[in-house]
């Protein structure tokens, strides 16, 4: 379905998501933990169901009918997947787990092209599941890890020193689109140009965005690029790992196991085409299923008007909160994604999300993965907000109240 040429009506799409229907300590639910996990829309639950009800085997194995509805089913998922982020072809589309398994796929199939000299270049604000799988990858290859910086609070790249690194060696340039906890919009073309230029593979941590601004993987100039489904309307358990075709042929398979070979014997075997090579077991096919339904519902209502109300909803709130005393806001003040991460004085987050929550307010406290980004900029944790295409402005309001009383609260103002 086309996208709709007017603004979505924001209010009566809230409608489609049956859990924001409910009243948590006695107050009407405010979900802002978006970041963390998206709520599920009607269309996506019922595809769930539809499937398991009418359509459930295993597929590419049996010539039974419902072994090939759920092989259909399932290998429609995959050009959908392709379609959303304009890859040249749905082989290009390897079902995950999520963006943690998608990496930790790339990190692992890189074992074999590494070795001591080379560098994997990250920044210095990537969750941990753009870290640490490279961090396994530098031990077992002996390449070192290099960073781009941040330049503060205000958290953007320092890009400044960008081509200096990139000439250090570096094989793959791996960075997060969207940051989790500063809101940071990273230029992903910008950087896979530059990548490029220094023969540098790039990785895309897509875990914020692909719920939220259009993408388009051949407009990026990506290599690779992951996210996961619960992040934009999907069930957990299922992701996509982009990668470019000539590069997933190239590489060793990742699990070994049914219907990722072509032939086995007893002492070797030999490879599936590409993407199955990736895809060993049985994979998640009703969480493929509930991805094509929620790809389909973020497409009618239009992902760049989604985008726009997020942001606007950030700043919204950035404006709302920016005055309470002891506040300290993180991430940028211009364009930024839709959340805004903030520390009060003297007052742990935890403390602020749970004092949220007794109002009914969903919101996440803590490092969110993202340890040595916190560290660097002197801050335990923080509270986070996170918005998404169900979120008005008089939730932000409810928001910017409660978290003025929970700074009276604890004391830091009188
Ligand atoms: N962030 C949050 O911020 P998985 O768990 O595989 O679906 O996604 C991991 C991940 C990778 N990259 C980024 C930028 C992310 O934000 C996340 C998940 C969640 O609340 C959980 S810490």
């Known amino acids: 379905m086309k996208p709709p040429a007017h603004a979505p009506d924001w209010a009566a799409l809230r409608a489609d998501f049956p859990i924001l229907d409910q009243t948590v300590h006695g107050r009407p639910l405010v979900y802002l933990d978006n970041a963390a996990t998206t709520q599920k829309p009607r269309a996506v639950i019922e595809a769930l169901t539809r499937y398991y009800e009418r359509d459930n085997a295993n597929v590419h194995r049996a010539i039974h009918e419902l072994s090939s509805r759920a092989t259909t089913a399932y290998e429609a998922a995959r050009a959908r997947a392709a379609r959303f982020i304009n890859a040249p072809l749905p082989e290009e589309i390897v079902f995950t787990r999520g963006t943690t398994e998608s990496i930790n796929l790339v990190a692992y199939v890189f074992t074999s092209r590494l070795k001591r000299g080379d560098a994997i270049l990250l920044t210095e604000m990537e969750h941990h599941s753009n870290l640490v799988p490279w961090q396994l990858l530098a031990q077992r290859t002996g390449a070192q890890l290099l960073f781009v910086p941040v330049t503060g609070d205000e958290g953007l790249l320092d890009l400044a020193g960008l081509d200096a690194l990139l000439r250090s060696n570096v094989k793959l340039f791996a960075f997060t689109h969207i940051s989790n906890t500063l809101g940071t919009i990273n230029p992903v073309a910008e950087l896979c140009a530059r990548a490029r230029h220094h023969g540098a593979i790039t990785v895309v941590d897509a875990a914020q965005s692909a719920g939220h601004l259009p993408l388009?993987?051949?407009?990026?100039?990506?290599?690779?690029?992951?996210?996961?489904?619960?992040?934009?309307?999907?069930?957990?358990?299922?992701?996509?790992?982009?990668?470019?075709?000539?590069?997933?042929?190239?590489?060793?398979?990742?699990?070994?196991?049914?219907?990722?070979?072509?032939?086995?014997?007893?002492?070797?075997?030999?490879w599936n085409k590409v993407p199955h090579k990736f895809?060993?077991?049985?994979?998640?096919?009703?969480?493929?299923?509930?991805?094509?339904?929620?790809?389909?519902?973020?497409?009618?209502?239009?992902?760049?008007?989604?985008?726009?109300?997020?942001?606007?909803?950030?700043?919204?709130?950035?404006?709302?909160?920016?005055?309470?005393p002891g506040i300290r806001l993180l991430g940028p003040r211009g364009p930024r994604g839709g959340l805004v991460s903030f520390a009060l004085a003297g007052i742990h987050a935890h403390d602020v999300v749970t004092f949220a929550d007794q109002e009914g307010i969903a919101l996440r406290g803590g490092h969110h993965c993202t340890q040595p980004l916190l560290r660097k900029l002197g801050v335990p944790a923080t509270t986070r907000a996170s918005f998404w295409l169900y979120n008005t402005r008089e939730e932000v309001d409810r928001l910017a109240e409660v978290i003025l009383r929970a700074a009276k609260f604890f004391g830091t103002q009188d």
């Open 216 to 270: 388009d993987v051949q407009a990026l100039g990506c290599d690779f690029l992951a996210f996961s489904g619960h992040k934009m309307a999907g069930p957990t358990g299922i992701g996509v790992l982009y990668g470019r075709q000539a590069l997933l042929e190239s590489l060793d398979p990742f699990q070994g196991g049914g219907e990722m070979i072509a032939s086995v014997q007893f002492e070797q075997s030999t």
């Open 279 to 324: 895809e060993a077991g049985t994979p998640d096919i009703a969480g493929a299923v509930g991805l094509h339904a929620a790809m389909d519902y973020l497409d009618t209502v239009g992902r760049t008007a989604i985008g726009g109300h997020d942001e606007e909803l950030a700043r919204y709130a950035g404006e709302r909160l920016r005055g309470i």
